[in-house]
């Protein structure tokens, strides 16, 4: 799945889509700093229509083979295994950034990421992506109206980080 891409959506398109996609897709429009009513017109629905969309929640049901079987408590001496695939340049700053920010996230968008770090939109796209894909960063919170996604590092994300300030990699 890629968070960060950029995807052209008609009438068409948005008329077939899953309701649970819909309210992703208007969501993420959202996030982007679409305003409803430039999205309404783009897909050709009324704006009641694309807000209520927005303010949906969706149950996700995974296929059995994806559902993990309950474990027992972890040990008390289990520890964070740093990925083999270390972030590189764009990746590993905006893993600083996120690490940096602390527990409480980071409230970013792409565009700002992109500002922050002086890079291009598709640098940081695939960076995102990869981050999330190899399971250092996740989403601690969704958009909401203006406010942007935050961002969090998880316990592998801050080792992967703690192992390139020691190789002396920024």
Not at 76 to 96: D, G
Not at 102 to 126: C, E, F, I, P
Request: hydrophobic residues 40%; proline residues 7%.
């Amino acid at each position: 799945m890629l968070l960060f891409t950029d995807v052209h959506l008609g009438a068409a398109e948005f008329t077939t889509m899953p309701p649970a996609l819909r309210t992703e897709a208007v969501r993420l429009a959202f996030e982007r700093g679409m305003k409803p009513s430039v999205f309404a017109k783009a897909v050709e629905r009324p704006v009641s229509e694309i807000l209520q969309a927005a303010a949906e929640t969706h149950a996700v049901r995974l296929h059995p083979q994806c559902v993990e079987q309950e474990v027992g408590e972890p040990s008390e001496n289990t520890e964070v295994v740093v990925p083999v695939r270390l972030p590189r340049k764009t990746a590993s700053a905006v893993l600083r950034l996120i690490v940096e920010a602390g527990g409480k996230g980071l409230a970013a968008s792409a565009d700002t990421l992109s500002r922050t770090l002086g890079v291009g939109s598709r640098h940081v796209n695939a960076s995102m992506n990869r981050l999330i894909a190899d399971d250092l960063i996740y989403r601690l919170r969704p958009p909401h109206g203006t406010s942007p996604t935050v961002w969090a590092a998880t316990e592998v994300g801050q080792a992967a980080h703690s192992e390139l300030i020691q190789r002396g990699e920024p």
